[in-house]
């Protein structure tokens, strides 16, 4: 059993950096990762058209593990992503201030509230020093704290939701990256909330089969790569393998055909002019 400091969320960021910055990620860009982050979540997609709700849970870890490297793009290393968290989410949600030490132990916007976050910033400042001592150790403690908050029943219409939240917490995340000169903390603030959704889906399947992202994810990674089971990991076929599609687009005969399709488009742009 690993101890509570290897859980911390800030653990995980180092260990997939371990695993995956030497040889596979640290030549990819952001926009890259990023990309990958979106292609991880297609699967979920794929699965709500198919009516197959309940298979999501075995993509959290995948989804998980490409937002780490996400943020291993995006924050350097000497800040903490679990304070970065912990000071928007201080047991409280930031929007209609519910939570620990407060009159409501639950959130009662529901995420519908006007209130601005701007506009509460000085109160969850204070919350996170108010409520210092439950701050989250450990990925589980996260799940319990956003459970607590923000406390979901598991059904196929919340599933829906929380995955078409993380696609929409993964675009305002790109806007935010377009702005990151202009507002740093803007890009902290979205990678915090894709965070938020990708424990809420978690905590969707937990009500139903007592999921648990944190063993999920170790179970999967092991402080290795899941493929090739090595530190870092030595994988080739990574960038290049499609996943997402049945079509072979591997082979030269598609590159041969793909240049025959840039030529009719091209005939059909002149055309039209
Ligand atoms: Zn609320
Ligand atoms: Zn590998």
Same mark, same amino acid.
């Given at each position: 059993m690993a101890d509570k400091v290897s859980q911390n969320i800030d653990n995980y960021i180092i260990m997939f950096r371990d695993i995956? !910055?030497?040889?596979? &990620?640290?030549?990819?860009?952001f926009h890259q990762i990023l990309a990958k982050l979106v292609e991880s979540l297609t699967p979920c997609a794929q699965l709500i058209t198919k009516n197959?709700?309940?298979?999501i849970k075995i993509r959290i870890p995948v989804i998980f593990a490409w937002f780490i490297a996400l943020v291993n793009k995006s924050i350097?290393?000497?800040?903490?992503f679990n304070e970065i968290v912990w000071s928007k989410y201080p047991y409280i949600c930031?929007?209609?201030?519910?939570? !620990?030490?407060?009159? &409501?132990?639950?959130?009662?916007?529901n995420g519908m509230t006007?209130?601005?976050?701007r506009e509460n910033l000085e109160k969850i400042k204070n919350f996170s020093i108010e409520n210092?001592?439950?701050?989250?150790?450990t990925l589980k403690d996260w799940q319990t704290l956003f459970g607590n908050v923000y406390p979901k029943k598991f059904s196929e219409s919340e599933i829906k939701a929380i995955v078409l939240h993380i696609y929409e917490e993964i675009g305002e995340t790109s806007e935010a990256y377009r702005l990151k000169y202009y507002n740093k903390a803007y890009l902290f603030n979205e990678l915090s909330d894709i965070f938020t959704w990708i424990i809420a889906l978690a905590n969707a399947f937990e009500d139903e089969c007592g999921y648990d992202l944190q063993a999920s994810v170790r179970s999967k990674y092991q402080d290795k790569c899941?493929?090739?089971?090595l530190k870092p990991c030595k994988c080739t076929k990574l960038i290049k393998e499609?996943?997402?599609?049945?079509?072979?687009?591997?082979?030269h005969d598609d590159i041969e055909n793909w240049s025959t399709y840039q030529e009719l488009a091209l005939k059909f742009h002149k055309k039209k002019i």
């Open positions: 995956y !910055e030497p040889v596979q &990620n640290l030549e990819n860009s197959k709700i309940e298979d350097i290393k000497e800040i903490s930031p929007y209609c201030l519910s939570g !620990e030490n407060t009159n &409501n132990s639950v959130c009662i916007c006007k209130v601005k976050l210092a001592k439950l701050k989250p150790k899941h493929i090739c089971k499609p996943r997402l599609t049945s079509e072979d687009w591997n082979s």
